[in-house]
């Protein structure tokens, strides 16, 4: 979160992204440093998946993901 904070802060754009299961945690920490980033959510875990699996995550969110940093068109 701090990472994207300070790129926010640079002027460069960015998306945070975690899991579901980190939603909470994620809106509390950003509530906190006063951060009004784009983020997306991804299914939980990450951890163990095969590289098929994490290839149809991203597969799913990154219409999303694009659409997070390029803004409404």
């Known amino acids: 979160m701090h990472d994207i904070n300070d790129l926010e802060r640079r002027g460069i754009p960015g998306v945070f992204t975690a899991t579901v299961q980190f ?9 906190a440093l006063g951060l009004d980033v784009a983020r997306v959510l991804t299914p939980h875990p990450i951890q163990d998946r095969t ?23």
């Open 23 to 31: 939603r909470d945690a994620a809106q509390t920490q950003s509530d």
């Open 51 to 73: 590289d098929d699996e994490m290839i149809e995550i991203a597969d799913q969110v990154i219409d999303e993901l694009i659409g997070a940093l390029t803004g409404p068109s």
